[in-house]
């Protein structure tokens, strides 16, 4: 060592040794976190700015050429290290690109029945809160990507789907795949049904709806094409936390026939944990979020005519408005003021207003105008838009999906006979012997908008938790596995204690409780839940549409048949037999996707078979997962109990189409899909499902002529807002207005319905319009053969309104003697909200 280098060590590294453990360093380091490339940037950020400390410390003489050599080498090492970065996949910062969209798919809010209570008098008659679609995709930048749809929907349909991908794949070619596309429904029952292809799920609605199909294909490719042109760098984060009080069972007494050591593995007869992915945008910050809880979406009644998202969609409307909000700085982002919930931002710039009589008579100066033609696009023009997002930001988007609520009732309180008010019969869910007297009853009983409100609520208020905690991020691939499985004859090999057997599934049938309903929504006649032997007289009716064979009796045991639709297939097919399964991947974030409402149990033997095969390996890539069930997911069978829970055929166990193995067969094949995940495999897609699209039959009458009594303008009010009057929140305002059928138009993105307020005294600015949960709109005629029809609107004035003058708005389309369309609109006089 030179006495240069001598005089210069003081008990340091020289540099030269410095460099070369730099470069050690480095290399290994790369080895240690390749993957995880910010950090890495990191590193060479700071071995960049020690160095050049060191070098200022250490030599604050540069004229030593060794030294100049020496620091030459280590900026190299660093270059190399910089270079490694940009040539990585992710040298943005980021393991993924996300995007999120969001479509209407209200659909038609007249004469078109409702689906899910199969009630052939839930006739749809207005909008409670708009439908949505709404969308994300999860890409690598340069590999797989995994798209999920999120319906306010009763479920997925197999010919919605089919019609979805042949528009992808004409728009993007095959990049979107019925492989790697999962669509969902979050199963409310105030939607407009007739959007399946089998007969036995569209004969309430008088056979196929193409309104109500057309709406939520457009809906969900829209979406989809939003998701896909938002795709930017982000992360994605994952949390799970327990709800207790927004779901409990309907079966308990099914649920406690399965095995008592299994039972004791678990606190309670329903799953209580929601999961939750938070997606959060590089440059913009948080964009939205999914989550995934079992809960029926039957806090709305089977006698409910109004179109509504039920408390699935309240909650996703609840957390996008406190985004929104939050994201404008109006709300703290964990604590509600006085338990108000938060609501969209109009374009109001409130002003302090003291003069009540001022305002009083400022509102009587604006009185019910005649009704008036507009063009197509005012409805849409004047729905509330907030003036305050960031320009070029996208709306936060946040969906509440479904699992597996099969056996999941939001009705809280309990199951009540509503003659006597005592509980109902625990086996049968009977009074009496009638099951028609067995009624559930959800939180805010016997107001079903308010116990709609109070589940979704206490989802909403959940989600922000786990929204506003989620540290864990998700990193690993994306990737999918799907398969078509024909469950109607499917071989299941079933172990138990080292001993195998191999059954079968059977073709589609449903049992005599399936006709007994829930206590969610009873039947009629004299079906009950619990019926494992059936009625000579039903088998009777049956046996005129068809008589089951004695293999399928067999096969179905002990489930007496009902309805033997698996075999029926006149004029088309009346159920499903193939049926698609789907895992899509995101790092350790694993959905499976099913076709059907899984029970409690039976959801939970799922996750843990798939979970049993995806931790077998030993190189720990799952140890960490979150396994999430999406139930009622690109198509619908109906139910999945558990074996044991079929046995006592209540109504889930009557609707579990494919026999006893059902189950089986289920964990069978998704354990197929698991290990082909884990080892890069493909897998058979197996037998296509059939498309029934041109044999579809409609019997709902087409809107013939819309009318008005001679010299009443379409729009004109027909029962004003009272003169002179003044209102506070918690008060509702109604007017009703000379209307047409609103299936003229459904003013998808627009509204038929709207509150404007006055600002500075000659300009009304929109408010809340028909997709707020406090503003419902009603339509109503004389008769079904009448051309006459009102537009009635309901505004439940909401807390932390802005005082001031404000009116009740109604847009309509009315069709002509010769089928031409005209749109229209009409308000009420103005009024004033202290």
């Known amino acids: 060592m030179s006495n240069w280098e001598a005089s210069n060590f003081r008990g340091k590294l020289p540099i030269r040794v410095f460099s070369r453990s730099l470069a050690v360093a480095t290399y290994s380091c790369f080895l240690q976190v390749k993957g995880n490339e910010k950090n890495l940037l990191s590193l060479a950020k700071l071995a960049l700015f020690c160095f050049e400390i060191e070098c200022v410390m250490e030599f604050p003489s540069f ?66 809160f708009r439908l949505r679609a709404r969308a994300f995709i999860v890409a690598e930048p340069n590999g797989n990507r995994v ?10 349909s197999q010919i919605v789907k089919i019609k979805v991908i042949e528009r992808l794949k004409a728009r993007y070619g095959d990049l979107y795949t019925e492989e790697n ?99 959060v945008d590089d440059e913009w910050g948080p964009v939205g979020s999914f989550n995934w809880f079992p809960t029926h979406g039957t806090s709305m009644s089977r006698t409910n005519s109004l179109i509504s998202g039920d408390n699935k969609g309240a909650a996703a409307r609840f957390m996008e408005d406190w985004f929104e909000q939050k994201d404008y700085g109006r709300t703290d982002s964990v604590v509600f003021e006085d338990d108000a919930l938060p609501r969209r931002m109009p374009n109001i710039i409130p002003s302090h207003h003291d003069n009540h009589r001022e305002l009083l008579e400022l509102a009587t100066s604006f009185q019910s105008p005649p009704g008036r033609p507009v063009t197509k696009t005012s409805s849409v023009a004047k729905r509330v838009r907030s003036a305050h997002r960031k320009v070029g930001k996208r709306r936060f988007v946040s969906a509440f999906c479904q699992s597996n609520c099969g056996d999941v009732s939001p009705n809280v309180l309990g199951a009540f006979c509503i003659d006597t008010g005592l509980p109902c019969d625990f086996n049968h869910s ?17 107001d079903e908008f308010e116990s709609t409100r109070i589940i979704g609520e ?96 067999d096969c179905q045991h002990p489930k007496p048949i009902l309805l033997d639709t698996g075999e029926m297939k006149k004029p088309y097919d009346w159920a499903p037999s193939i049926l698609p399964i789907q895992i899509l991947r995101i790092g350790q974030l694993i959905i499976l996707s099913v076709p059907g409402e899984f029970t409690t149990m039976a959801g939970r033997r799922l996750r843990d078979a798939v979970k049993m095969v995806l931790t077998s390996e030993e190189d720990f890539e799952f140890d960490d997962i979150h396994i999430v069930i999406a139930g009622l997911t690109n198509t619908y069978s109906q139910y999945i109990t558990t074996y044991e829970e079929y046995q006592v055929q209540r109504y889930e166990g009557a609707s579990t189409l494919y026999g006893p193995h059902t189950l089986s067969a289920y964990i069978q094949e998704f354990k197929k899909l698991a290990e082909a995940l884990i080892y890069g495999e493909p897998v058979e897609p197996g037998p296509l499902p059939p498309d029934l699209l041109e044999k579809q039959i409609s019997l709902l009458p087409p809107v013939v002529l819309d009318a008005t009594p001679l010299g009443v303008n379409f729009g004109d009010v027909c029962a004003d807002v009272p003169r002179n009057s003044t209102f506070k929140s918690g008060d509702m305002v109604t007017a009703s207005f000379w209307s047409a059928c609103p299936r003229n138009d459904l003013m998808t993105e627009g509204t038929f319905a709207l509150v404007e307020f006055l600002q500075e005294k000659d300009a009304w600015i929109p408010a809340y319009d028909d997709d707020d949960f406090c503003l419902r709109y009603k339509w109503s005629r004389p008769s079904k053969l009448s051309s006459r029809s009102k537009g009635t609107l309901e505004w439940t004035i909401p807390q932390g309104v802005t005082p001031g003058v404000y009116r009740l708005s109604h847009f309509g389309a009315a069709k002509g003697l010769f089928g031409s369309i005209h749109h229209f609109t009409g308000s009420s006089t103005a009024f004033v909200v202290a």
């Not at 659909?107 to 909008?127: E, F, H, L």
């Not at 009977?430 to 016997?446: A, D, F, M, Q, V």
């Open 63 to 128: 004229d030593h050429l060794n030294v100049w050599r020496e620091c030459a080498n280590v900026r190299v090492w660093i270059l190399f290290l910089l270079l490694l970065l940009l040539k990585s996949d992710v040298c943005s910062g980021s393991d993924y690109l996300v995007g999120l969209g969001s479509y209407d798919i209200t659909g038609p809010a007249a004469d078109v029945n409702m689906m899910g209570y199969a009630n052939t008098g839930q006739i749809a008659s207005g909008i409670h």
């Open 458 to 553: 206490r989802q909403f208020r959940k989600a922000v938790d786990l929204f506003n905690a989620a540290d864990e991020e998700i990193e690993g691939d994306v990737d999918f596995r799907h398969a078509y499985i024909d469950f109607s004859q499917l071989e299941v090999t079933i172990s138990d204690q080292g001993y195998s057997e191999v059954v079968k599934t059977c073709p589609a049938a449903m049992g005599f409780a399936f006709a007994a309903g829930t206590t969610d929504g009873p039947g009629a006649f004299d079906f009950q839940q619990g019926d494992d032997k059936g009625n000579p007289f039903w088998k009777l009716v049956r046996d005129m549409l068809k008589t089951p064979s004695r293999e399928q009796i």
């Open 147 to 156: 798209v999920f749809v999120n319906l306010d929907a009763c479920m997925a």
């Open 181 to 279: 596309v999962a669509i969902s429904g979050i199963h409310t029952h105030a939607g407009p049904g007739g959007y399946l292809q089998y007969v036995v799920y569209i004969v309430t609605s008088l056979g196929f709806v193409h309104q109500s199909f057309d709406v939520i294909v457009d809906g969900i490719e829209k979406c989809i094409i939003q998701a896909h042109e938002n795709l930017r760098p982000g992360s994605i984060f994952v949390n799970k936390g327990e709800l207790l009080d927004a779901g409990v069972s309907r079966s308990p007494s099914a649920y406690l026939n399965n095995p008592a050591g299994e039972r004791r593995k678990y606190k309670y007869n329903v799953d209580t944990d929601m999961t939750l992915l938070k997606f």
């Open 430 to 446: 009977t009074c009496g012997g009638k099951n028609e007297l067995c009624y559930s009853r959800g939180p805010g009983y016997p």
